[in-house]
């Protein structure tokens, strides 16, 4: 069974940086892409980042792209996101994903970032 566990969020103020981590286990994390995705308070998850398998292509929302950073080491089964410049607006649990990241029980329990001054 696959387990994602995020960590890495808190409390940060508008401008700042965060990186978010998540460890996978129980499934072949090298030949899965992965995802970021988030949830803003009383919305909707919304798609933020992916990363192919191998690490070699990335891909961003407008709402992030040029601001946030996704990567892997395969080696340890580990996700990245890089935040920085973070606006209000980013405030939202962030979930890492394996594809399809639509698909129940393929997120994580998520990681909180609130951006706030």
């Known amino acids: 069974e696959a387990q994602l566990v995020e960590s890495g969020g808190g409390l940060v103020q508008p401008g700042g940086s965060l990186r978010l981590s998540c460890a996978a286990s129980?499934?072949?994390?090298?030949?899965?892409?992965m995802n970021w995705v988030r949830q803003a308070p009383g919305k909707g998850l919304e798609w933020v980042a992916l990363i192919f398998s191998t690490g070699d292509t990335t891909l961003y929302s407008d709402s992030v792209k040029g601001r946030f950073t996704i990567s892997r080491d395969n080696a340890k089964n580990m996700l990245y996101l890089d935040m920085n410049d973070l606006k209000t607006e980013d405030t939202a649990m962030y979930y890492c994903a394996k594809d399809p990241w639509r698909q129940e029980g393929n997120r994580g329990q998520g990681t909180q970032v609130t951006v706030s001054s």
């Open positions: 129980g499934f072949p994390f090298s030949t899965y892409s």
